[in-house]
């Protein structure tokens, strides 16, 4: 099948805006609109995924990482466009399966496909770029200050104990869930957000740079599934995977007044854990020790 | 160099805009703007270039192979997201460099490097997603009718042969001029348009199934560099770079009123040559026969 057939076939598993609003001509449309956020995420094969990840799985997670970051800032998904690398055995029914896997996301949070790019290349890869509206003000990793207290979303460290080969957890690494309700009902009630999906550790150490504060983490309040202390055996040995394992892609925020917030989320029905606070200074420290080496997870 | 140090040093070549405007955050913050475009367009090593491209000149195709698909829609170049997949031989002197070639063009088009993505692959890529905004209108391909004139806004077949090794037309294979400021000028004169990426027959298909018409192109009037003239040793050798080659990245435009948009863009001081006309029907014929076989340029 050529470029236009491989084309078709993966924009077929869309619901996709009549042209020329999206794909068909040089670029898509986008009518006027209020203040927007873009963010931009690639997989690759080999380092972020492999062939044991089904095909829907490959295209649910390069969207989902992609709308994890719009959740980050409190934002709402509108469009997205998507860059195939195509190694030469990906076939018709391949494409169509990814497709697949995508457009499932993206119907459940409104995305929608405008345009993308197909190209030959060694090693499969997909490169989206995803743009959201804003309902007033971002949230960013730079609001937060001393004093506020630091919430996750969901548990921590399922996503990397899911890397070591298949195990109850490898759904958390393939099909990972972009917290996007969270992040828009959150986004009145914090100061700072930032998306866990280089480790806890290392994601809180951005947001405690870009607002110039320090965290100290509470290991006995980080949320870990039972998935996960089954696996690990111990609460001490799941530690690490919640700490420095990445691609939970639960959101981290920080909280000025945790009672409100608390109450506001809780109504919602969303759950949010307290895992600890921010400080002045600099440096993060898990139960009052600061965190050294290596704190985030790299990909092979 | 981690992967946080090699983004310090691609984003360093940029005058980026501030965080949270640009990179810093999950997302880049867009401010509320009027109907826009988008696109998204890969370079890949082995396909799209070779190590024989200075950096410079793959930093400077991949962004100007995107605004070249601002220029087809008549739009104004705001701001772009760069992801690159970097083999593990890619120095950050590589990545200055790259980030050079890319950042004169951005500079000289007024677009703003806002967001990007950085991951390890086998092969060098990168993939870019661009926007521009729309002073009324967008030129679309299908737009055309029986009747309109066809002008290209530059001289054809010199990119296809510059790929045949290194010859005194390797600079148009590397480093292409996308036409921004043509199809900023003649959005309001022309009815439809298209950039001239894959070949000459092969974009005027594109315009014509978009525009439901068919083209008649007369051979005697594509505008042939005497460079490629010299090249091919005679008009006849150098036709089939013009009607097949690929990469021009002119514009295509069809032309209801050809006498008054010859002078408007005479006077701007734009160059348009007429190729052609658009006829009822479907197809395309080059003198009068039909055109037939391989219309475009495919990458290896």
């Known amino acids: 099948m050529d ?3 491989l084309i078709d076939t993966f924009v077929a598993q869309f619901k996709v805006a009549a042209s020329p609003r999206g794909p068909g001509d040089d670029c898509a449309l986008i009518p006027r609109q209020g203040p927007s956020v873009v963010t931009t995420d690639a997989l690759v094969e080999g380092i972020h995924f492999t062939r044991q990840f089904t095909f829907e799985d490959i295209g649910h997670k390069a969207l989902a990482v992609n709308l994890s970051d719009l959740a980050s800032m409190g934002a709402k998904p509108t469009w ?8 030469e055995d990906l076939t018709a029914t391949h494409l169509k399966k990814l497709g697949r896997g995508m457009s499932a996301l993206a119907k459940a949070h409104g995305a929608e496909l405008v345009g993308g790019n197909v190209t030959r290349s060694s090693q499969l890869s997909i490169t989206i770029t995803a743009s959201g509206t804003l309902d007033g003000k971002p949230l960013l990793r730079s609001g937060a200050r001393p004093g506020d207290a630091l919430y996750v979303s969901g548990p921590l460290g ?6 070591e080969g298949l195990n109850p957890l490898t759904p958390a690494q393939r099909r990972p869930t972009p917290h996007l309700a969270f992040g828009q009902h959150a986004r009145r009630l914090c100061s700072a957000a930032i998306d866990v999906s280089d480790g806890l550790a290392q994601d809180l150490t951005h947001l405690c740079r870009a607002s110039r504060v320090a965290a100290e983490l509470d290991s006995a309040a980080l949320p870990l599934s039972d998935a996960l202390l089954d696996y690990a055996g111990s609460r001490r040995s799941a530690l690490p995977y919640a700490l420095t394992g990445g691609e939970d892609y639960v959101l981290l925020v920080a909280v000025r007044r945790p009672r409100a917030f608390e109450a506001a989320m809780a109504k919602a029905g969303f759950a949010a854990e307290q895992i600890g606070w921010l400080r002045s200074g600099t440096g993060v420290k898990l139960d009052g020790v600061p965190m050294r080496g290596r704190l985030g997870f790299k990909h092979r």
Chains 1, 2 share one sequence.
């Open 80 to 87: 997205f466009t998507v860059a195939l690398g195509l190694p």
């Open 158 to 163: 399922d996503a990397a104990a899911g890397l």
């Open 3 to 5: 470029e236009f057939g």
